[in-house]
C-alpha cells in the first residue's frame, strides 16, 4: 500500500511507456516528464503568487487579492488571461532578435535545472553522475539571457538593471557553489540522488540531513541567500529596483514575454529552493524514521514550501540592499565564511559525527562567524554629519 | 551581532502576519462595494441646488445672482437669468435660474460656491458614485438634476441645515411680525382718518 502511493507517478509512467515501441521510450519518457515537471511547477508558480500577495498583504495588515474564486486563489489565471492579451511591444530601436530571444533564453535553462532534481524516491528525469555541476551550470547560464535582454532593449535603465543583476549573480554565484562543497565531500558524490540517499534516517530514527551539523548549518544558510540573490529577490532586488531603474532588465518586456520574465524568475526560485531540500534537508526523506509512511514526494513538496514561505516571509520584510552593502556581503562575508567551511567538514568528516564533532565544530564555525560578522559590520564609523547650510 | 536585525524584523512581520488574522483591530480596510463607512456629516463631493416645497423646479432658492459662476475657480458653472421675477420665500420678488449647468467633470469640489452663496441656495452633496458612460453630456448636470428637496440637505449636513432652516423661519417670523405691526399701526391710523 505505502509502496504504491508512494511510487505511483513512477509506476503510472513505466505502465504508459510500456505501451510504447521500445526505441522512443526513452524519448517520451524525457518529454512526460518534463512536461509533468512544467505543469506541477507552473501551477505552483500561480499559487505561489497568490500566496505571496495574500500573505505580504497580512503582514502589513491589509487583505490581499480576495474576489477572484475562492479566497482570491484564482487571481493568477485572471493574471494570465491579462497578460496574454495584452499588447507585446517591441521598442523600436531595439535589437529585435535577441529582445525575442532572451525571454526564452532564461527559461530554457531554469527548466533544464529541474531534470536533475529528485522530486522522490527514484523520481528524477536524469540521474547524471555530475547532477550537482549539471545544474550550476544551467543555473550560471540564466546571466547571459539577462544582459541580453538588458542591451537588446536599448534603454539606459534596462542596461544599468542588466549590469547590477550580472554583479550581483556573478558574485552570489560563488558562495552560492562553494557552500555545496561540503556536501559533496561528505557524501563522495556529485549525484543528486546519492546525495539524498546518504541522507536518510539509516539505522538510527533521527535522519542524516546536512543541516543538523554545524557545517550544513551554516551552509545551508550561506546557500538560501546565495539563492535569494541568484532569484533577484528582496533584499537582493537592486536588478529591479523600481525607484530607481523601474523595473530594471525586463523593463521593456510587455505581455507575455513578461509573464514569460516572471514566470523564469519563480522557477529559478522553486529550482534553488528545491536543490536546498536535496542538498542540506535531506530531499524527499523524512525527518524521523518512524513518519516514513508519508509518500517521498510528498515530504519533498512539503520542504519546498516551507522554503517558499520563508521567501515570502523575508521579501516581507526586508528593504533593499545598497550596491556597496550587497558586494560587501558577498565577498567580505559570504565567501570567507564557505571557504572557512571546507576545512570544517574535513574536521567533521574525520572526527566523526556525535557529539565529539558537535563540541570540535559548533564553537568554530560560530567564532567564524561572529568573526566575520564584526568584520562586515563592526568596522563602520558613524560620525556625526555636518552641514554647512542645512543646520544654521 | 550580524543577523540579529533580521530576525528582529522577520519576528515583526511575523507578528503582523499572525495578528491580522486574530485581532479584527489591526485589518482597517472597507471593503468598498459591499461594506461602507458610516457617512461623515461634512463629506462634500459636488454642488446641489436645494429647493423648498414640493415642485423642484418651482421652489429653488437660487435667485441666479450668479455670484457662484463668477467665484468658481474651474468655471464650472453657467447661469442664465429668468427674464420675469417670482416671489421668493418672503414675497420679495426675484429672478430664477433659466439655465443652471454644473460640468462636474471640472467640478474640483472646493465649496466656494456654498461659501459665497446669499441666499443658501447652492449646497454641497455626498453622493459620489456619479460614474456614466457618457463622459461628456453625462457629467453635465442640469438645474433638474441639481435640484434636491430641503429635506435632502437636512439629511446629508443635518447641522448645516437645521442652522439655515432656523434662520429662514426667523427672517419670515420677523417679517410676518413687521407686517402685522405695520398692518396694526395701519388699522390704528385708520379709525381717524375713517
Known amino acids: 500500500m505505502f509502496q504504491a502511493i508512494d511510487q505511483i507517478f513512477v509506476n503510472l509512467l513505466r505502465?504508459?511507456?510500456?505501451?510504447?515501441?521500445?526505441?522512443?521510450?526513452?524519448?517520451?519518457?524525457?518529454?512526460i516528464s518534463l512536461g509533468a515537471i512544467l505543469g506541477t511547477f507552473g501551477l505552483?508558480?500561480?499559487?505561489?503568487?497568490?500566496?505571496?500577495?495574500?500573505?505580504?498583504?497580512?503582514?502589513?495588515?491589509?487583505?490581499?487579492?480576495?474576489?477572484?474564486?475562492?479566497?482570491?486563489?484564482?487571481?493568477?489565471?485572471?493574471?494570465?488571461?491579462?497578460?496574454?492579451?495584452?499588447?507585446?511591444?517591441?521598442?523600436?530601436?531595439?535589437?529585435?532578435?535577441?529582445?525575442?530571444?532572451?525571454p526564452l533564453a532564461l527559461l530554457v535553462p531554469v527548466v533544464l535545472t529541474y531534470l536533475v532534481l529528485p522530486f522522490g524516491r527514484?523520481?528524477?528525469?536524469?540521474?547524471?553522475?555530475?547532477?550537482?555541476?549539471?545544474?550550476?551550470?544551467?543555473?550560471?547560464?540564466?546571466?547571459?539571457?539577462?544582459?541580453?535582454?538588458?542591451?537588446?532593449?536599448?534603454?539606459?535603465?534596462?542596461?544599468?538593471?542588466?549590469?547590477?543583476?550580472?554583479?550581483?549573480?556573478?558574485?552570489?554565484?560563488?558562495?552560492?557553489?562553494?557552500?555545496?562543497?561540503?556536501?559533496?565531500?561528505?557524501?563522495?558524490?556529485?549525484?543528486?540522488?546519492?546525495?539524498?540517499?546518504?541522507?536518510?534516517?539509516?539505522?538510527?530514527?533521527?535522519?542524516?540531513?546536512?543541516?543538523?551539523?554545524?557545517?550544513?548549518?551554516?551552509?545551508?544558510?550561506?546557500?538560501?541567500?546565495?539563492?535569494?540573490?541568484?532569484?533577484?529577490?528582496?533584499?537582493?532586488?537592486?536588478?529591479?529596483?523600481?525607484?530607481?531603474?523601474?523595473?530594471?532588465?525586463?523593463?521593456?518586456?510587455?505581455?507575455?514575454?513578461?509573464?514569460?520574465?516572471f514566470m523564469a524568475e519563480y522557477l529559478g526560485m522553486f529550482s534553488s529552493s528545491a536543490l536546498a531540500v536535496t542538498l542540506f534537508l535531506g530531499g524527499w526523506t523524512?525527518?524521523?524514521s518512524f513518519l516514513g509512511f508519508v509518500p517521498s514526494w510528498l515530504w519533498f513538496f512539503l520542504k519546498l514550501g516551507v522554503l517558499m514561505a520563508l521567501f515570502i516571509w523575508v521579501r516581507g520584510t526586508t528593504p533593499r540592499l545598497r550596491m556597496d552593502q550587497l558586494m560587501d556581503f558577498a565577498w567580505k562575508f559570504m565567501l570567507p565564511l564557505a571557504l572557512f567551511l571546507i576545512p570544517v567538514v574535513v574536521l567533521w568528516d574525520r572526527v566523526g559525527r556525535g557529539w565529539v564533532g558537535w563540541v570540535l565544530c559548533g564553537p568554530i564555525v560560530a567564532a567564524a562567524y561572529v568573526w566575520l560578522g564584526r568584520a562586515l559590520v563592526g568596522r563602520r564609523r558613524i560620525q556625526l554629519r555636518t552641514y554647512r547650510y542645512a543646520s544654521g | 551581532?550580524?543577523?540579529?536585525?533580521?530576525?528582529?524584523?522577520?519576528?515583526?512581520?511575523?507578528?503582523?502576519?499572525?495578528?491580522?488574522?486574530?485581532?479584527?483591530?489591526?485589518?482597517?480596510?472597507?471593503?468598498?462595494?459591499?461594506?461602507?463607512?458610516?457617512?461623515?456629516?461634512?463629506?462634500?463631493?459636488?454642488?446641489?441646488?436645494?429647493?423648498?416645497?414640493?415642485?423642484?423646479?418651482?421652489?429653488?432658492r437660487c435667485v441666479a445672482c450668479q455670484i457662484c459662476e463668477k467665484e468658481c475657480p474651474p468655471q464650472c458653472i453657467y447661469i442664465e437669468k429668468s427674464r420675469e421675477k417670482k416671489p421668493d420665500h418672503l414675497g420679495k420678488p426675484q429672478f430664477h435660474p433659466?439655465?443652471?449647468?454644473?460640468?462636474?467633470?471640472?467640478?474640483?469640489?472646493?465649496?466656494?460656491?456654498?461659501?459665497?452663496?446669499?441666499?443658501?441656495?447652492?449646497?454641497?452633496?455626498?453622493?459620489?458614485?456619479?460614474?456614466?458612460?457618457?463622459?461628456?453630456g453625462g457629467l453635465l448636470m442640469h438645474k433638474d438634476l441639481l435640484a434636491r428637496p430641503n429635506s435632502h440637505f437636512l439629511k446629508v449636513h443635518p447641522t448645516d441645515a437645521g442652522v439655515i432652516d432656523a434662520r429662514r423661519a426667523e427672517e419670515r417670523a420677523r417679517l410676518e411680525a413687521k407686517a402685522r405691526l405695520d398692518s396694526e399701526a395701519k388699522a390704528k391710523e385708520a379709525p381717524p382718518a375713517a
Not at chain 1, 18 to 25: Q, T, Y
Not at chain 1, 171 to 176: K, Q, V
Not at chain 2, 106 to 134: G, H, N, R, W, Y
Open chain 1, 286 to 288: 523524512a525527518p524521523v
Open chain 1, 44 to 102: 505552483l508558480f500561480g499559487l505561489t503568487t497568490v500566496c505571496e500577495r495574500k500573505a505580504i498583504a497580512r503582514m502589513q495588515n491589509r487583505l490581499g487579492p480576495n474576489r477572484v474564486g475562492p479566497y482570491g486563489f484564482l487571481q493568477f489565471i485572471a493574471d494570465g488571461i491579462k497578460s496574454l492579451t495584452k499588447e507585446d511591444i517591441v521598442p523600436r530601436s531595439a535589437d529585435k532578435v535577441v529582445h525575442f530571444i532572451a
Open chain 1, 122 to 261: 527514484n523520481m528524477v528525469v536524469l540521474d547524471l553522475d555530475a547532477g550537482l555541476l549539471f545544474y550550476f551550470a544551467a543555473g550560471a547560464s540564466t546571466e547571459l539571457a539577462v544582459f541580453m535582454a538588458g542591451w537588446s532593449s536599448r534603454n539606459k535603465y534596462s542596461l544599468l538593471g542588466a549590469m547590477r543583476a550580472i554583479a550581483q549573480m556573478l558574485s552570489y554565484e560563488l558562495p552560492f557553489i562553494l557552500s555545496t562543497i561540503g556536501v559533496v565531500m561528505v557524501t563522495g558524490s556529485l549525484s543528486t540522488v546519492r546525495i539524498v540517499e546518504a541522507q536518510g534516517p539509516g539505522d538510527g530514527w533521527l535522519a542524516h540531513w546536512n543541516v543538523f551539523t554545524p557545517w550544513g548549518f551554516a551552509a545551508f544558510f550561506l546557500f538560501l541567500i546565495a539563492a535569494f540573490a541568484e532569484a533577484n529577490r528582496s533584499p537582493f532586488d537592486l536588478p529591479e529596483g523600481e525607484s530607481e531603474i523601474v523595473a530594471g532588465y525586463f523593463l521593456e518586456y510587455s505581455g507575455f514575454k513578461f509573464a514569460l520574465f
Open chain 2, 1 to 60: 551581532m550580524l543577523g540579529s536585525g533580521i530576525i528582529k524584523g522577520l519576528a515583526e512581520t511575523g507578528r503582523n502576519f499572525v495578528g491580522s488574522y486574530f485581532d479584527p483591530e489591526r485589518m482597517t480596510t472597507v471593503e468598498y462595494p459591499e461594506q461602507r463607512l458610516a457617512p461623515k456629516e461634512n463629506t462634500r463631493q459636488f454642488p446641489f441646488l436645494v429647493f423648498d416645497g414640493e415642485a423642484a423646479l418651482a421652489g429653488l
Open chain 1, 15 to 31: 505502465g504508459f511507456l510500456g505501451h510504447l515501441p521500445e526505441p522512443i521510450r526513452p524519448w517520451a519518457g524525457l518529454v
Open chain 2, 98 to 136: 433659466a439655465i443652471f449647468d454644473i460640468d462636474i467633470s471640472v467640478c474640483m469640489s472646493c465649496q466656494i460656491c456654498v461659501e459665497v452663496c446669499p441666499f443658501d441656495a447652492i449646497k454641497m452633496d455626498t453622493e459620489f458614485e456619479l460614474s456614466t458612460s457618457d463622459r461628456f
